[in-house]
Structures are given as C-alpha cells and as structure tokens.
C-alpha cells in the first residue's frame, strides 16, 4: 500500500476544494496539524520509525497513531505532490527555542519549501513541529513580514552566520513574554531523502536525544494546545494564553489520556 489521499484527506478532516491554490495549501496543512497529533512513541521504545509511505500511512492515517517532524513532513509531502503542488526542497533546520546558542544544536528539524502554481513566492510549511510557537498554515518565504496563520502570529528573519548562505530563522509572536521568541534556524540547501534516514536515525536512538528519553505528545484544536511531556499534563488555551498544568498519576492514566485526549492508541509495550 503506498500513499491514499483520500484516507489521508479523510483522516484529517479535509471536505474542501483539491486544487494546487494558496487556499488549498493553508486549508490542509491546519487541518493536518489538528489532525494528527505528535508523539514519539516509536523513539521512546529506542526504535527509528519507518518514512516509507506504506508505513506512514499505516501508522498516522490508519493506525490511530502520530509521529514527529520527519514523519509529519515526509507524509505531508506526499499529500502535496498528490494535489499537485511541487514541494521545492526538503529543508533542515536547527531548534533553537531554548538553545542558549544558535550554533549549540545541530540541525535535527525537517521543513518543506513548497511552490504554489502561479505565486513566485515560495512558502515555509510545517506540520511537525512540537511547540506552540509552531505554524498552522504555511508562510511567504519573505524576510521581516508579519503573518497572521490561523491566530497565530509568526515572522521570518535573516540573521548573520558563518556560512555562505543566508540564515533565516522562524520566529513566533509570544504574548507571554511580550516580544518575538526564535523558533528555528535554517538555510535553504536542499537536503534529501536519504539524509533524513540518517537523521531520524540519530535521533530516535541516541540516547542523548529528548525524543529518547520522555515522553511527547501533543494535540491541538481550535480551544486549546493539550501537551503530555514525561508525567506533566499542560494545556494552553487559545483564546487567552491560560495556562493549566497538573502531574499525571501513572502509566495506566498516561495510557488513559493518550487515547481519550491525544487520540493515540499505543501499541503494547509502549515504554509511557
């Protein structure tokens, strides 16, 4: 079985127009991002999930399950090409939210560069990214503009490097703190599919990797970001920034609101 969008479009709950259009584009890439939570399960159990279409759309679509960015992006990909849009290069990016350093991480994040036929610009899209600074709809590829994405408000700027090529970095409007907080970092050097067999890899199994050592899942709707990280439980609504956070008793009420908050059915075994 290799990529279906019809289940895919059905998993996340697109009933809309499928054409290769701007509207198109923002319309199901928020609808992914509702659709299908984020966990690492899989990296948690000390294993690399497969990329491979079959096994993404086994896991993600008809497995009730989710996954992090490589998965994420690599199934939205698939879904781009099906519409018919050309997903111009496969981007890695550095986190730095919370990095002291912008050079203190390597580049562990996927992104994707997509075309929309008849727009020159390219956009920045995102749908694996575990934060809540992270895109609900794609953004211009344009430096210091403002985007307002499904009420979030996001920026791209350039800032200086070592490199050859231009760094831009994702920046997310937090009320919170009053001010813009760098989300991650990237240049626009295609990398290919291959590299990220290698970095899914990496950090699924390293031991050293956050994805290796807690739990992380998270689900987000129109009301709220729910956020399930190790035995902490933190919801943020949307509407005003309130913020709930509670300790979660034990495995078996971990097990509880994967499946009735997160919808996510953990396979046997599943280290929670």
Known sequence: MEFDLDAYL???GWEGERRADLVTLKGVHL???RGIPFENLEA?????PSLGPADLMAKLVHGWRGGYCY???TLFSLALDALGFRVKALLTARVVLGAKTMESRPRTHMALLVEVPGDPRPYLADVG???TGALLEPVPLVAGA???????LHRLVHVPHHGPLEMWVLEAHDSGVGGWVAQYAFTLEPFEKSDFEVINWHVAT???SPFAQSLYVQHLSGERHLLLHGRLLIETRVDDGRVRERQVADAAEVRRLLEEEFGVVAPPGAVL
Not at 44 to 48: E, F, K, M, T, V
Not at 146 to 152: K, L, N, P, T, V
Request: hydrophobic letters at 35%; a positive charge.
């Open 206 to 208: 390293n031991p050293r």
């Open 129 to 131: 990214f575990g934060a």
């Open 10 to 12: 059905k998993r996340i």
């Open 146 to 152: 403002e985007f307002r994405d499904a009420g979030r």
């Open 31 to 33: 609808a992914h991002v």
């Open 71 to 73: 998965e994420h992006n």
């Open 44 to 48: 948690l159990s000390g294993r690399a």
